[in-house]
């Protein structure tokens, strides 16, 4: 800062310097654990979206981006539901909102059985899912966190495999089953 005589001429300078090293240590922390944070999420075999308390979307993992067909940086500030839409898979009602059923609630819930996913491009996966609580240190709920699985093929497997009891209890022929080693089961 300039330093002024009584004619308004500059004749001087003053400069007041201060210690930043413990706020630039602490920046470097948080970027690193933020950097640690992002690594890990995106390492997860499942998908994960986050929501503030009102229910926008503000994180989606890369497994989230693939199933629901959304990169994050369109997703941001979106809802939920438009970003995350799920039907019964039997019903195709729409699914209770998941921030909803956990803020009311409060606690880790498992969503309704037999869900599916829309993705962005109509694609259909069928998945189980779950979405839990995002607290604050004073306990407050700042949001949601859904974690949920492409469960297609096992859906598949499961109906497949009722279907083959089905005939077998239904069959009229006698059918014998054995192991490898010729055991009978």
Known sequence: SPLFDGDGRVVGASKIARDITEQVRARAGIAEMSERLRI????????????????????????????????TA?????PLTEVFRIVNEQTR??????????LAKGHVVGLANHTLLISRSGREYAIDDSAAPIRDPGGNIGGVV?????????RRAERNSRRLASIVESADDAIIGKDLDGVIT
């Open 93 to 102: 009602n729409t699914v209770e909102n998941p921030v909803s059923k956990v």
């Open 40 to 71: 890990t999420l995106g390492s997860i075999g499942d998908a994960v979206i986050a929501t503030d308390s009102s229910g926008m979307v503000t994180y989606l993992n890369p497994v989230a981006e693939d199933l629901t067909g959304w990169p």
């Open 146 to 154: 859904l974690v949920f699985r492409d469960a297609t093929e096992q």
């Open 74 to 78: 369109e997703a941001d500030g979106k």
